[in-house]
């Protein structure tokens, strides 16, 4: 075995019986959750199965999966490349090369990740509409009311079937094959339709958001384009003009708001809008849960985009201050414990925290999915504020909730942290978030995606970076030195929720679940 194929073989998990226990478990939950996935497919039991056909949720469904699994995947990839002198490897794989060259093109990279976070939302709350259930109360396949519970209305089946299928799975080998996954036409497909979200204006009040906060914090944003002048200054405050509308549309029809106001927060951010309203009653969650009042569903819906905002916006944090002295981590007794807790030892509770950060956003996304999805009968006469028909039918299949959830629960979030990474270490909430993740992480419930990561990798015979490029060591001593990456460049950037600061070649943050 040569001496790359020896470091690249250093990535692989060192197995116990525990851990083959917790992979065995996850794989047998996930089987589990595949069937129950099916029975409601084909019973009828979700919105797209029984507005259609039962064929059709399955094919879309499996569609939003594969593309969900490119999306995560691809991310771990484009943030990670960046260092490499891309010249190690045009000539071995063109189309990693081509993804990288428009990628890493100005600030291209953040326009990516933008287009691409709404993306995932927006395929997530399909995967939704195709697979979840209508009415957890509903019989299927003769299950208990116990398991009932857990895997419908709690919906642990869902997040179980979407972690490790859509996402974790190809995390974990593009973390480390990065150069591999990205060499084919469906990578440079995904990264053109990120991009081409990102230039519709849809997303760009968060840029808004972005200037604001890079002022608060008194730390510029690093760009690698020149300033704008002349109409593309006024293109791009005028997208930004449009979002803003957008989301205030989409936060009226959430809530059927009487009135709308608006104001600006001394704190930096423009756009604030504040509701006096009351539910209307016209979701998902009053088929679901049809107890549950009005005001409650309004409480969940602000809770739970809280959670994902400070999941997203912990995911930033800890990435960036990984790369400070260990005495400027944390400035407050939380600080302090949460940096403690994550880089403990060897540091292996970083990767368990991405995991169950990943579990505890699935869980919310579906949440806050069921929120703000619209139960609504086009050509009834109850469609929301007098749309047409069309329009009642495509905003019922959540384009709204992801354009309210990507841009106030995470791009918004990560920004913030990027611009005050400290700030997110002190909070209370980030050390209660971070326990909570390591546990669901310990459970193991999503171990299994290191297994079939292990099958997709050997079938698909991806190979890991260093035999390609070699180690961060190998790189310097042949002259091609990775390209520096500093903390200040994280400010007002999306790039530090990726893997950057783990360069191609060394351990990341999927290396593997905790071991015991």
């Known amino acids: 075995m040569s001496e790359k194929e020896q470091s690249a073989d250093s990535h692989d998990i060192e197995l116990t019986p525990f851990t083959i226990f917790r992979y065995v478990a996850s794989i047998a939950l996930l089987i589990f959750s595949i069937i129950i996935v099916g029975a409601l497919i084909f019973t009828g039991n979700t919105r797209v199965a029984k507005e259609t056909h039962p064929a059709v949720a399955l094919i879309v469904c499996i569609a939003a999966i594969v593309w969900l699994s490119m999306i995560e995947g691809q991310q771990a990839s484009l943030v990670g490349l960046p260092p490499v002198d891309p010249d190690l490897y045009k000539d071995s794989h063109p189309m990693t090369y081509k993804n990288a060259a428009l990628a890493f093109r100005g600030d291209n990279l953040d326009r990516y990740l933008m287009g691409r976070q709404f993306m995932v939302l927006l395929v997530v709350f399909v995967i939704n509409q195709c697979a979840g259930p209508l009415d957890p109360t509903v019989d299927v396949l003769g299950l208990p009311d116990g398991v009932k519970l857990v895997f419908l209305d709690i919906g642990l ?49 968060s840029y808004l958001v972005q200037n604001l906060l890079s002022a608060m914090s008194g730390k510029p944003i690093i760009s690698n384009e020149p300033p704008r002048t002349g109409f593309t200054f006024a293109f791009f405050w005028g997208r930004v003009l449009m979002s803003m509308a957008i989301l205030g549309f989409c936060l ?53 985009m809280s959670i994902v905002g400070m999941l997203e916006g912990m995911q930033i944090a800890f990435f960036a201050v990984a790369k400070l002295p260990a005495n400027e981590r944390g400035t407050s007794f939380f600080g302090r414990k949460t940096c403690d807790l994550l880089f403990k030892g060897n540091g292996q509770n970083l990767p368990g925290f991405m995991i169950g950060r990943q579990l505890t956003v699935v869980c919310s996304f579906f949440l806050v999915a069921s929120i703000t999805g619209l139960n609504i009968e086009p050509g009834q006469g109850n469609n929301i504020f007098g749309i047409k028909d069309g329009a009642q039918k495509f905003l019922n299949y959540g384009f709204h909730g992801a354009v309210i959830t990507t841009i106030l629960a995470s791009i918004t979030w990560q920004l913030a942290a990027s611009a005050f990474p400290i700030a997110f270490l002190n909070n209370p909430a980030t050390y209660i978030l971070l326990v909570f993740a390591l546990f669901l992480e310990w459970t193991g419930l999503c171990s299994g995606a290191w297994v079939l990561a292990r099958v997709f990798k050997a079938a698909l015979g ?55």
Do not use: W
Not at 163 to 168: E, K, T, V
Not at 183 to 198: D, H, I
């Open 157 to 205: 089946g869902m997040i179980v079937f979407t972690c490790i299928l859509g996402q974790l799975t190809t995390q974990v080998n593009a973390s480390h094959c990065m150069i591999d996954f990205i060499n084919n036409y469906f990578a440079l497909f995904t990264l053109y339709v990120a991009m081409t979200v990102e230039f519709s204006g849809v997303m760009h009040c």
């Open 252 to 304: 009226a029809v959430v809530f059927k708001a009487g009135r709308v106001l608006m104001s600006i927060a001394i704190l930096g951010f423009c756009l604030a809008v504040v509701f006096k309203a009351l539910f209307n009653g016209q979701t998902m969650m009053t088929v679901k849960y049809p107890n549950l009042p009005n005001g409650v569903n309004v409480f969940l819906f602000f809770f739970f």
């Open 462 to 516: 991806i190979q890991y970076d260093e035999v390609y490029v070699g180690t961060p060591e190998e790189r310097m001593a042949n002259n091609h030195a990775d390209k520096e990456m500093t903390f200040g460049q994280d400010v007002g950037h999306l790039t530090g929720g990726g893997f950057v600061g783990h360069l191609v070649g060394s351990h990341d943050a999927l290396d593997g679940p905790i071991q015991s």
